[in-house]
Structure formats: structure tokens, C-alpha cells
């Protein structure tokens, strides 16, 4: 048994990280043979993507997908741990597991993803659901055939859970969701250590992947037919600063773009490392995508400071207007957080302010809620309840207002979507513009997968609807 330790996780080490590639027992290939799998997956777009690859492992085992816990030989929770009420999703559906396995006891059960890399979750899990067969964290997605086999094989629940970072493993196979959209790993972990954030603890050191690995695979995307890729990592900004070489994430862009694959985009941004080279290579390749994600969290340098968050609302504010003036048509989304200990009234105007400044096409705002092992969860917070919802109530009819009147500029325009999948509205396919705004557009099937001209013919605060042009 291998448990998490929040010590471990904290440290940084200097050792080299190894590449390797996926490999996959012979033996292993057959044990799924005839069974199926359920993979519920919470979180983040890495937590998706994660998915992706362990659904394409089980495949690789033998095992078939099916969308129905109630029928699946195998069922797996990859888990988010940015927000308690994650946690408390993932513990009701063990709570759902628990039933069915009193019913079914073949079934195999387990965990993985960033709830599994947290000592105090692995901890309760021992005491309270140790009816799972397995955790595993992170760091050993790869081991995944490995730990199904033992865990197949043995009667007590399997935990095998690194603390420190794992290698990077190349060729990893994925069962993406999408045929004409795809996600990209270009780093993993970060190292910013923001005080609210549980992330550096459950995904480790910044890793970045080698430039020559990310290219031949948007290379072999593009070749298979996809529109779109997007390159992910916690803090794509800082790619290749552990790698110590002369390239940074906008030479990786710029190389991504000269490829010629229809769409690029990338995600999560720290405005900390947000170079203007960056913005200059955007605003050059047409097919960098005009959206960027540029996390604000607070408005006021006091609770900026507290945050470990690098930069102050001047200079923000300043990034901001940069990326604005020079990229034409920009598209800027937020994440913003309410309430962090000590937050003042004076402090929630300092955010409303920012808001009101850059008048955010949408933002991501959440309450903050505390991570065990974080500095920020030790933080004297007096602010009531109460108070912080009232706060951030104010905060989401101020962005709903903003979000409205950016789509409104859309109406009666004609803007390129990729038509991705099937919309819940009948008759309608469902895509995102070059400034990710969802759109409903009727049309036929045959049109899945095309990037068309849509005129705007409705707009919503968080969708607008249209037509072929
Ligand atoms: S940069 Fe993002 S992922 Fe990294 S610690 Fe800060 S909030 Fe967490």
C-alpha cells in the first residue's frame, strides 16, 4: 500500500524527469475481455483528458464502455478536489456504489484523479469505504493495467498513490470525446503554490512535455481529421521554464499554428506569465484562437498578496488593455473567487471595479472554499456565510450583465463555428465561435465536424442561436 503524504507532495525536487513510453503486458490485454467499464469523470479539462486516456487503457484491456453504472463490471470515479463540493459528489457516489456492489459483489470499484493524491481523503476512504478495490493517483495513470490486475485478484482494497511527481509518459493512447476537437498535454503540475489552490499537492512539480512530442502529435491530430486542438496545462504560460531551453510557450504556439490545423487554443493562463511575445504571436496567426482565459481571482492587491498571486490589479489591468489593443476581436474570460479570509467589503468593491473595467465576456466565480494542507485553509475567515453569498450573488448579476451585452455585439453577424456535436435543441447542432461562444445552428448531421459562416439570429447571456449564412 502506497498513500498520498502532504509533506511529500509539498517538495519540489531538482531530479530529472523521466520520459518513457507506454507500454501495455501482453498478458493484461485480455483481462477486461467481455466486461464493461463506467468512467464518471469530475473536474477540469486535465481531469477530462485524463479520462480519455484511461477509457482508451481499458479498451486496450478488453473492456467496453457503457454509460450505465447499473450495468458496468467496472466502475471508476476520476476526482476533483479544487472545491469541497466536489468532494461531497464524489463521497455521495460512493455512497451509490456501496448499495450496488451489496447487490453485485463482483463488481470492481475504485478511485483516481486529484481526490486520490490527498492524504486526509485516502485516510477516510480506509476508515469508512474500503469496499473500493483501488486508488490510484495522478502520477501512475499508466499503471492502470497493473493495478486492475492486482485489484482483480485480491480480496483488500489496492492503494498505490505517489506523492512526488511521476515521469512523463509519451504514447499514451486516448478515446477522445470529440472527432473534431482535441486536447493536447503540454505540461503537467505547477509550481506557483497559489495559497487557496490544492493542485501543486495533487499534480506535482511543472513538468513541461518535449517541444518535438507536442508537435508530432497536433501533427498526427491534424492528419486524423481534427479541427481543433487545444493545449493544455495548469499554467500553459509557464511551458518549458523547467526545461531550461531558449524556447517558451509562445515559440511552442507560433510552432503549433505553422502546422495548419484549423483552430488552436489553449488553456489555463497565469497572467504572471503572460509574455507580450505571447500576445504578439497570437494576434499574427489567424488560427490562434481570439479567446483567452485570464484567471483575475480578486480585484484587491491586499487579498492578491494573500493569494501568492504574483501580480496586482494595476498590473493586471494593464495585461488586460494589452491584450485587448493588440489582438483584434479579443475574447477574455475570468475566474473569480469571493470570500477568501479576510476579505473586506473594501476588497469586494476592488473586484467589482475590475469587473466593471474589463467587462468580462463570462466568468467562472465560486465562493472559496478551503483545502486541507493549503496556507489559505489555515487563514482566520470571520466573513459570514451569508455575506460572502450576498457577495457573490452581486458579482454574478454584474458579469450575466457584462456576458449579455458581449454576445449582443453578435446579433444579426455572420462568425465561423465548428459544428461539434448534436444540440439538445431539435433540428440544431451545437459549436463554439473563434471567441468560444456556444451556438445553437440549425442544420443538417452531414454537417458535423465543418467549420461554416453562422448567422447570429438570437443572442443569450450564455448561448446564442443561428443559422447557416
Ligand atoms: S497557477 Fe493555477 S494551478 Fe497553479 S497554484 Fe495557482 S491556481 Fe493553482
Redesign the pocket.
Known amino acids: 500500500m502506497l498513500k498520498p503524504h502532504l509533506e511529500e507532495a509539498r517538495k519540489r525536487t531538482k531530479s530529472l524527469v523521466k520520459i518513457e513510453d507506454f507500454h501495455i503486458r501482453d498478458d493484461l490485454k485480455t483481462l477486461g475481455t467481455g466486461k464493461t467499464y463506467f468512467v464518471k469523470t469530475y473536474g477540469c479539462q486535465m481531469n477530462v483528458h485524463d479520462s480519455e486516456n484511461i477509457k482508451a487503457i481499458l479498451e486496450m484491456m478488453g473492456f467496453s464502455e457503457t454509460f450505465d453504472m447499473m450495468d458496468a463490471d467496472l466502475i471508476l470515479l476520476n476526482t476533483c478536489a479544487i472545491r469541497e463540493n466536489a468532494h461531497n459528489k464524489v463521497f455521495g457516489m460512493i455512497g451509490r456504489i456501496k448499495h450496488l456492489k451489496e447487490q453485485k459483489p463482483n463488481i470492481i470499484a475504485g478511485i483516481c484523479g486529484c481526490m486520490a493524491q490527498e492524504e486526509v481523503v485516502v485516510n477516510e476512504i480506509l476508515d469508512k469505504f474500503s469496499f473500493l478495490n483501488f486508488v490510484f493517483g495522478t502520477h501512475n495513470i499508466h499503471e492502470l493495467p497493473e493495478i486492475l490486475n492486482r485489484a482483480m485478484h485480491q480480496k483488500n482494497i489496492d492503494i498505490e498513490v505517489y506523492s512526488c511527481e511521476g515521469n512523463i509518459i509519451e504514447k499514451m493512447p486516448a478515446k477522445r470525446d470529440n472527432k473534431y476537437k482535441a486536447w493536447v498535454n503540454i505540461m503537467y503540475g505547477?509550481?506557483?503554490?497559489?495559497t487557496?489552490?490544492?493542485?501543486?499537492y495533487t499534480?506535482g512539480k511543472q513538468r513541461s512535455r518535449r517541444f518535438d512530442d507536442i508537435i508530432s502529435e497536433v501533427k498526427a491530430l491534424k492528419d486524423d481529421g481534427y479541427k481543433e486542438v487545444t493545449l493544455l496545462g495548469?499554467?500553459v504560460n509557464a511551458y518549458g521554464k523547467d526545461l531550461h531551453l531558449e524556447f517558451d510557450m509562445s515559440d511552442l504556439l507560433e510552432a503549433v499554428a505553422k502546422i495548419g490545423i484549423e483552430r488552436v487554443r489553449f488553456v489555463?493562463s497565469?497572467p504572471w506569465d503572460f509574455t507580450d511575445k505571447m500576445i504578439d504571436v497570437i494576434a499574427k496567426y489567424p488560427n490562434i484562437m481570439p479567446y483567452i482565459h485570464l484567471?483575475l481571482?480578486s480585484g484587491s492587491d491586499r487579498i492578491l498578496r494573500l493569494m501568492?498571486?504574483r501580480y496586482t490589479k494595476k498590473s493586471y489591468l494593464e495585461l488586460f488593455d494589452k491584450i485587448k489593443k493588440n489582438i483584434p476581436n479579443v475574447a477574455i474570460t475570468t475566474d473569480i473567487i469571493v470570500g477568501f479570509p479576510s476579505e473586506s467589503d473594501d476588497d469586494f468593491e476592488d473586484t467589482l471595479d475590475v469587473v466593471r473595467k474589463c467587462k468580462y465576456d463570462s466568468a467562472f466565480t465560486f465562493i472559496f472554499s478551503p483545502r486541507e494542507g493549503t496556507p489559505a485553509a489555515k487563514m482566520k475567515d470571520e466573513t459570514p456565510l451569508k455575506v460572502k453569498e450576498e457577495r457573490l450573488h452581486r458579482l454574478n448579476e454584474l458579469v450575466n450583465e457584462y456576458a449579455l451585452e458581449a454576445n449582443k455585439k453578435y446579433l444579426n453577424k455572420t462568425v465561423k463555428v465548428l459544428l461539434d456535436e448534436e444540440s439538445d435543441k431539435e433540428g440544431c447542432l451545437a459549436g463554439y465561435t473563434e471567441t468560444m461562444k456556444l451556438v445553437n445552428v440549425k442544420a443538417p448531421k452531414e454537417m458535423l465536424g465543418k467549420i461554416v459562416d453562422v448567422k447570429i439570429t438570437e443572442v443569450k447571456t450564455w448561448s446564442m442561436n443561428g443559422e447557416i449564412a
Open positions: 505547477c509550481d506557483k503554490f497559489c487557496y489552490c490544492i493542485v501543486p499534480r495548469q499554467n489555463t497565469h484567471p481571482q501568492g498571486r
